[in-house]
């Protein structure tokens, strides 16, 4: 009897934690993130000098909480996507973004983005951030050409969602096992995989053809060693010639 009502407890508890939870995830509300989004402006420098597209303009310029007509409905922002009343999209590419995006930065309190595109723009030879992890529900992420360097954050494992990953022409440096760290958790999902001119200073790892729906694998100029593996595209679950490989 007492162990009937101490399991019914901690079922009551678990639920209450669980209620607890959704709560805090849906209290995000779109006037938060409007604000959130203004803080990252609020953060960054425009610099005409980061950006190399010809059509590059500064996105974030217009962006304004209390403009008359957009009144702060940041969904209508320049670069910015909305669904079911949440951001879920934000392209700032070739946008003249410049400077450094700490871990805190209030973007990845954004939990609900599913793409985010930085591409060519100039993140001042800073790490990629590790607060990328807390943005579990991302699907594309481009942070090509964007001046990033260094190691790839272990955080890349919390993205189990990922389908395009493109963090090519960056002076970054991967090891066999920040490869492992980087696809492990989402190889189910992930398609593409550009990482064109990134330092993969060692051998590709085999338990690279556990990607199985891989389409895109981009690896031109990586300075990897040895041969590319044989499990390569063995495993996969669309045929070869949807394949594409740049070595
Ligand atoms: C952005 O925030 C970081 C950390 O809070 C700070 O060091 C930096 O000076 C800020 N940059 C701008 C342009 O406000
Ligand atoms: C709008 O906000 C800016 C700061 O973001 C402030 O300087 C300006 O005074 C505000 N304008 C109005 C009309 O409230
Ligand atoms: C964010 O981190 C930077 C440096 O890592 C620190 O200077 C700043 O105070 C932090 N800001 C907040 C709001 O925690
Ligand atoms: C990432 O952005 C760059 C620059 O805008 C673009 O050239 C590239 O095709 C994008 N990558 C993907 C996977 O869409
Ligand atoms: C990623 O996968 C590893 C091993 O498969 C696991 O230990 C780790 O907890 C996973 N990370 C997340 C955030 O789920
Ligand atoms: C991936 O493949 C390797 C060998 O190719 C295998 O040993 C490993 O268990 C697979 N799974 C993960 C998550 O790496």
Redesign the pocket.
């Known amino acids: 009897m007492a162990k009937t009502v101490q399991v019914f407890i901690l079922i009551l508890v678990l639920h209450v934690f669980e209620a607890a939870l959704a709560n805090k995830l849906s209290s995000l509300s779109l006037a938060d993130e409007c604000s959130l989004l203004f803080q990252f402006k609020q953060n960054m420098s425009i610099n005409k000098d980061a950006s190399f597209d010809p059509r590059a303009y500064p996105k974030v310029a217009s962006w304004n909480l209390n403009g008359s007509d957009d009144a702060g409905n940041c969904c209508l922002w320049d670069g910015v996507g909305c669904r079911f009343g949440h951001v879920i999209g934000l392209d700032l590419s070739s946008s003249f973004l410049y400077g450094t995006i700490s871990s805190n930065n209030s973007l990845f309190d954004l939990i609900h983005l599913r793409t985010l595109n930085l591409a060519d723009n100039d993140f001042d030879s800073s790490q990629i951030p590790s607060g990328i992890g807390q943005l579990s529900q991302l699907a594309n992420l481009n942070l090509s050409f964007s001046a990033f360097s260094g190691e790839v954050p272990k955080q890349f494992s919390q993205l189990k969602n990922l389908v395009s990953l493109d963090l090519s022409r960056n002076r970054l440096k991967m090891q066999s096992s920040d490869f492992?760290n980087l696809v492990?958790n989402s190889?189910e999902t992930l398609r593409e995989l550009f990482l064109s001119e990134v330092n993969i200073d060692s051998e590709l790892p085999?338990?690279i053809?556990?990607l199985t729906h891989l389409n895109i694998l981009a690896l031109r100029e990586c300075a990897f060693t040895g041969a590319l593996p044989a499990?390569i595209g063995t495993r996969s679950t669309r045929p070869l010639s949807r394949s594409t490989l740049f070595a």
Do not use: R
Request: net charge neutral; aromatic share 0%.
């Open positions: 492992q492990q190889s085999a338990s053809g556990n499990s």
